[in-house]
């Protein structure tokens, strides 16, 4: 954390992306290959963190709460993600640089031109600052034609200068297929609780024949 002016203390966060690479709680994937955008390696210490987190959470919620415990696959088949509207929905608007062709969230490119605006204009009226921030919260429900426009009017720009492209659907599911057929789609799962979804009914059964569930059994 830093002082600002006024007292006020604010998040450094080049300084906090650069300790916890330094440190090694994250490792960017792949990285002596060039890296891949988004994708990261948990280092020695955060594998630590994490194990502790796990310990943590099932002796509350195992032992404590006496919830059930389940593992499920990765993949999962297209018809469940079907069923349950991920196919068609679970999608985010994208726009691109149109010189380099990067591409970006354009809800996340409207929420940070607003905070810029407003930390930018510390005397804007506070009825025209709620309506920006109206218009924030609202971000991620817009259409593609409305948001296109507000990128306009927050003249929102890409790092090339120029304005963006045209904003467009992505579904944020990892497409696979199945078997060595490749006849059968599936996608990486969206939720980690999608198993639990569709296990609902073995689960009521086990849950019903009232089984001990010994701390033993999860090594505590």
């Known amino acids: 954390m830093e002082a600002a002016s006024g007292g006020k203390e604010t998040f450094n966060r080049q300084i906090f992306d650069e300790l916890i690479l330094r440190k090694m709680f994250v490792v960017p994937s792949f990285e002596i290959h060039g890296g891949v955008k988004g994708l990261f390696d948990l280092g020695p210490p955060a594998c630590a963190l994490k194990a502790a987190m796990l310990v943590a959470w099932r002796k509350h919620f195992i032992l404590n709460e006496?919830?059930?415990?389940?593992?499920?696959?990765?993949?999962t088949p297209e018809s469940v993600l079907k069923t349950s509207g991920h196919v068609e929905r679970f999608t985010d608007l994208m726009v691109k640089d149109t010189e380099s062709a990067e591409c970006f969230r354009a809800d996340k490119l409207l929420e940070d031109a607003i905070d810029a605006l407003i930390e930018s204009t510390p005397t804007m009226p506070i009825v025209e600052q709620e309506e920006h921030l109206r218009i924030q919260?609202?971000?991620?429900?817009?259409?593609?034609?409305?948001?296109?426009d507000l990128l306009i009017k927050y003249d929102c720009k890409g790092p090339s200068g120029n304005p963006?492209?045209?904003?467009?659907?992505?579904?944020?599911?990892?497409?696979?297929?199945?078997?060595?057929?490749?006849?059968?789609?599936?996608?990486?799962?969206p939720e980690t609780s999608q198993g639990l979804f569709v296990n609902f009914r073995r689960l009521l059964d086990y849950n019903a024949q009232?089984?001990?569930?010994?701390?033993a059994q999860i090594g505590l």
């Open 210 to 215: 009232k089984m001990p569930f010994a701390a």
């Open 137 to 148: 919260r609202q971000a991620d429900a817009f259409t593609p034609t409305e948001i296109d």
């Open 164 to 189: 963006y492209s045209p904003s467009f659907p992505f579904n944020l599911m990892f497409k696979t297929s199945i078997g060595p057929e490749g006849t059968s789609v599936g996608y990486l799962r």
């Open 66 to 75: 006496n919830m059930l415990e389940m593992e499920c696959t990765c993949l």
